[in-house]
């Protein structure tokens, strides 16, 4: 059978042992392309892995200038061939050529590149820290082996297994990648392996600094993230998923980033109801509609109290999710998966208020749906209540007061992120004061007046959250050069000579920009 390449030890060539093969499908109309990619084996699972960590052994040598170069050099690689992936992204994901793929997710793929390049270059990110006294010093330096990189499919460039910022961020903290493509868009990520390979190439990295193959066997993948070869693993995907990543992981001690599911609940207090309850309504509905609702940070649950007011947002929201045609979704599995979830949801005592089925079409859609609960019934069952369904989909809670939508809060899993919609001219803080303490610590990005669904690049986002959104609360997905931090180690250096220091623990500044921690100060002097 004719496969397409895989990129390993610096080779494009044919897989060596598939465990079968698969095409991509193009969701908008259900056709399959003619491209067939291989089920990756483990021989080529193995040889990746251990050219990665001879590339990471080799990479400990190199300058951080130019892991700065290579992203660099990279972006302006990928602006010169846009027309060429959006249209292969179009292809494979049905997501609009404009301005999804073209104005918005491909320049914030090549402006984290050029972000990450900058934090590589500065070297501040390495946390650099000198006590003189006791002549301690510590950084931030590259891991001991290979990053594995599984994208997800709602991204296909931000978070491309080949360009997204799992893997610059890896790419910018001194590791080789291993990039596992997602089945959902394997000829998008073929495109950018390419462009990868020839700036690694011309920069003068070594060869498997970046390496690509396709899907593989389940178990294969566990034993992907479990390496003794391995650094760490990234991962963004179901929950399920996740999990058995996880497990695998945390029995071998290597680490692993995951992002998986969330409800990212919205809190919409009396006086912004009040004062502009059909705004919210339409922004909410634009939010959880945003992709065909296959975001991460899609509003999959709104508390409200109960009352007037709260029953004509909610006629208002199911005119919205009724009167709109569905979005196409990413994959055959989409509808399915959503089906699956609402029958959980209405298991549990959520009552359906729109939608609820597959839309039968040319293309992959459910239709918009809107779920409700009281409060009572929600405390009761929450588990099964925050049940991610990947689509244009939401769970409305009504609470009889604040007292309970504060234990609802309290009964959140983690989340991504949380929001609370309330009077702009104070009227609700009383009301916002007894629930912020308890929704705080359910997520990582706590929004005020806003919809969730834009995660903006820049240094002090955090795109994490507590378990389960994600694997550990400490650490971001979006914003650099915090998220490099995941690839890194600690590198202590006890009474060592400076000559024998890494050129960011020596006296002198080696870039003169560069903050360290000297003696408890931050600056930017030499020693």
Same mark, same amino acid.
């Given at each position: ?14 897989? %060596?042992?598939? +465990? ?9 109309? $259900? ?18 892995? @251990? ?28 602006? /010169? ?27 914030? !793929?090549?402006?984290?590149?050029? $972000?990450? #390049?900058?934090?590589?270059? =500065? ?56 990039? %596992? ?11 950018? +392996? ?14 498997? !600094? ?7 066997? /389940? =178990? ?15 991962? !963004? ?9 996880? #497990?695998? /992981?945390?029995?071998?001690? %290597?680490? @692993? ?61 199911? =005119?919205?999710?009724?009167? &709109? ?14 089906? =699956? ?6 298991? /549990? ?8 089925? $597959? ?20 405390? #009761? ?16 809670? @009504? #609470? ?76 971001? +997905?979006?914003?650099?050069? +915090? ?11 006890? &009474? ?32």
């Amino acid at each position: 059978m004719d496969y397409q390449n895989v990129l390993i030890a610096g080779r494009w060539r044919d897989p %060596k042992d598939p +465990a079968g093969h698969f095409h991509a499908v193009n969701p908008a109309n $259900k056709q399959v392309l003619p491209q067939v990619y291989p089920v990756c084996g483990p021989d080529d699972v193995h040889e990746a892995i @251990v050219a990665g960590k001879q590339a990471a052994v080799e990479l400990r040598k190199a300058p951080r200038e130019r892991f700065a170069r290579f992203l660099d050099l990279f972006a302006d690689k990928i602006e /010169a061939h846009t027309d060429e992936l959006v249209e292969i992204a179009n292809l494979e994901t049905g997501l609009p050529k404009e301005p999804r793929l073209r104005n918005g997710e491909l320049p914030r !793929t090549t402006d984290q590149m050029r $972000k990450a #390049a900058q934090a590589a270059r =500065e070297l501040s990110w390495c946390h650099a820290t000198i006590d003189t006294s006791a002549n301690i010093r510590s950084m931030m330096g590259p891991l001991d082996g290979p990053v594995s990189v599984f994208g997800p499919n709602n991204f296909p460039f931000a978070f491309n297994s080949v360009s997204g910022g799992d893997f610059v961020a890896a790419i910018a903290a001194g590791n080789p990648a291993i990039a %596992k493509a997602n089945t959902g868009h394997p000829g998008t990520t073929l495109a950018f +392996a390419r462009l990868a390979f020839e700036a690694v190439t011309e920069t003068g990295l070594p060869p498997a !600094t970046v390496q690509m193959i396709y899907r593989t066997p /389940a =178990e294969l993948g566990l034993q992907l993230v479990c390496h003794p070869e391995i650094g760490a693993s990234a991962f !963004t995907g179901s929950k399920s998923a996740g999990l058995r990543l996880k #497990a695998a /992981a945390d029995r071998a001690g %290597k680490p @692993v980033y995951l992002e998986m599911s969330s409800v990212n609940p919205i809190f919409i207090l009396p006086g912004a109801l009040e004062e502009r309850s059909d705004d919210i309504a339409a922004e909410l509905f634009g939010s959880c509609a945003l992709g065909a609702g296959q975001f991460c940070t899609n509003p999959g649950l709104m508390v409200l109290q109960k009352g007037e007011r709260t029953e004509r947002f909610i006629g208002t929201l199911a =005119e919205a999710f009724a009167g &709109n045609r569905p979005g196409v979704l990413l994959s055959p599995k989409g509808p399915d998966g959503i089906l =699956e979830a609402v029958e959980i949801l209405k298991s /549990a005592g959520a009552v359906l208020i729109v939608g609820g089925k $597959k839309v039968e079409d040319d293309g992959y859609r459910f239709a918009n749906t809107l779920m409700r609960v009281d409060g009572k019934t929600f405390i #009761a069952h929450p588990e099964a209540l925050q049940t991610e369904a990947f689509g244009t989909a939401s769970l409305i809670v @009504v #609470a009889d007061d604040i007292e309970q939508m504060k234990e609802v809060a309290s009964a959140l899993e983690g989340n991504l992120t949380g929001c609370v919609y309330s009077h702009t001219q104070g009227r609700d803080d009383r009301e916002y004061a007894i629930l912020e303490p308890e929704l705080r610590p359910k997520v990582g990005r706590l929004l005020n007046d806003k919809a969730p669904t834009g995660v903006a690049v820049v240094a002090s986002m955090n795109h994490g959250g507590p378990y389960p959104a994600t694997g550990h609360p400490g650490f971001t +997905a979006v914003g650099l050069p +915090a998220s490099m931090l995941r690839f890194a180690a600690l590198y202590c250096y006890d &009474n060592v000579r400076s000559h024998r220091l890494p050129v960011e623990l020596q006296d002198k500044n080696p870039t003169g920009s560069m903050w360290r921690l000297v003696d408890g100060e931050w600056t930017q002097k030499n020693v």
